[in-house]
């Protein structure tokens, strides 16, 4: 059984480091997945920021949260890219015929998702620093919010592995990134929820990405978390488990 282990984890880490290759070989993936939600953040604070209410003299802390997921879900797009591409190519089966864990070389595409878009956001956190981003947060603040963005992450990737795993056309591939991508936009990642019509706020509410929106702001801010914490993982744990079933029924269709 620890034979069987081990040789799982250094299958893993072998197609993780293949993957990973592909990303700094060409690194305009992290590039374009980075550009858009630094434009929206250089946007909204310079342009918008002075018109919109958002009941904080700092507009960039109360935006960034909100800008990091936007980043997270534009780059697992490239996931469902790079499963798709794989599938095409017939490197599945070309690796399934070799001794290795056949679920390895999925886990190395969902490692690389969470390994560059944890350069994305360490980038994205940077620029915000120079535009004035402060956080009274401490150590164990910081490593709750990476573990927040982290399993928001796997979640999504989760998602997008289907995608990859099932999609016809690279288009349908990522198209899926679309919705969610424009999630924080109907939540409370710009704006306070309160001055949305009732409609638009019932739904703004009760959306995964206001929970984690508001339990990383609360985070970064140092303010209590009260219930929104306990919601956001609720949400990041629900979405990761049922992707990942249906994404391994869909990965073993394919083998």
């Known amino acids: 059984m620890n034979t069987v282990k081990k040789h799982f984890f250094i299958d893993v ?21 980075t ?4 434009a929206m953040m250089l946007l909204f604070v310079y342009v918008f920021g002075g ?21 997270i879900a534009s780059g697992i797009s490239y996931t469902a890219y790079r499963l798709f591409t794989d599938v095409q190519r017939g490197i599945f089966e070309r690796f399934h015929t070799m001794p290795i864990s056949r679920s390895a070389l999925l886990w190395g595409h969902v490692l690389t998702s969470l390994v560059s878009n944890a350069i994305s956001v360490f980038i994205i956190i940077l620029v915000a620093l120079i535009m004035g981003f402060r956080s009274s947060a401490g150590i164990l603040s910081w490593l709750a919010v990476a573990g927040i963005l982290a399993l928001f992450t796997l979640a999504l990737t989760w998602v997008a592995a289907i ?18 991508i424009f999630l924080p936009f109907i939540s409370s990642a710009f704006v306070p929820t309160e001055s949305m019509p009732t409609a638009v706020r019932v739904f703004a509410e009760n959306q995964p990405v206001t929970s984690i929106v508001e339990a990383v702001r609360a985070l970064l801010s140092g303010q209590p978390l009260g219930h929104e914490i306990w919601i956001a993982l609720a949400w990041c744990a629900g979405i990761m488990l049922v992707a990942y079933f249906f994404a391994m029924r869909a990965y073993k269709r394919r083998g």
């Open 163 to 180: 995608a990859g795993l099932s999609a016809k056309t690279v288009d349908g591939a990522s198209a899926f990134s679309y919705p969610i």
């Open 35 to 38: 550009i858009m939600p630094i």
């Open 51 to 71: 018109a919109i209410q958002s009941g904080t003299d700092n507009y960039v802390n109360y935006l960034l949260p909100g800008i990091l997921l936007m980043a």
């Open 13 to 33: 880490s072998v197609m993780l480091g293949r993957s990973m290759r592909h990303i700094f070989r060409s690194m305009d993936t992290i590039i374009t997945v």
